[in-house]
């Protein structure tokens, strides 16, 4: 039996010990970027989303009456805190939106986040590459 990332439930082979984390990864998006490449802890998965608040930062601010906060993606991954550093490539969906990836990777579902009531979900996906 597996988790929905194909993770084993129970190992099949004896398990060594190892000091096990939920770390919060906080992602800073580009306007109009959606995927992402991060160095993540291994053996990593990714075991739900949020959001984090980013409030640019702005000179002169004295003068506005406002500064208007960008809510940014963030992964909570278990993970070993000091396992080894591996890149992982994520993309970052919203609800009815179509991705197809290039030809010899394919996108693997992680995770969902809603943001509020009617707002919309954002969807997590690792994309990986296919023999």
């Known amino acids: 039996m ?4 194909g993770i084993p439930f129970v190992a099949s082979r004896p398990v060594t010990p190892r000091c096990t984390t939920i770390a919060e990864v906080p992602i800073d998006l580009a306007r109009d970027q959606d995927i992402v490449e991060i160095k ?3 053996p990593c998965i990714v075991r739900s989303a949020g959001f984090w608040a980013k409030k640019p930062a702005v000179l002169g601010a004295a003068s506005m009456r406002a500064v208007e906060i960008q809510l940014m993606p963030m992964l909570f991954v278990e993970c070993d805190p ?3 550093l591996v890149e992982r490539v994520f993309l970052f969906l919203g609800s009815n939106k179509p ?6 990777f394919a996108i693997r579902y992680c995770t ?9 979900a954002m969807h997590v996906f690792e994309i990986v590459r296919v023999s």
Request: proline letters at 4%; a negative charge.
């Open 2 to 5: 597996t988790d929905i990332n």
């Open 40 to 42: 993540l802890r291994a």
């Open 82 to 84: 000091d396992g080894e």
């Open 99 to 104: 991705f197809v990836p290039r030809e010899g």
């Open 112 to 120: 969902t986040a809603v943001l509020e009531r009617n707002a919309g």
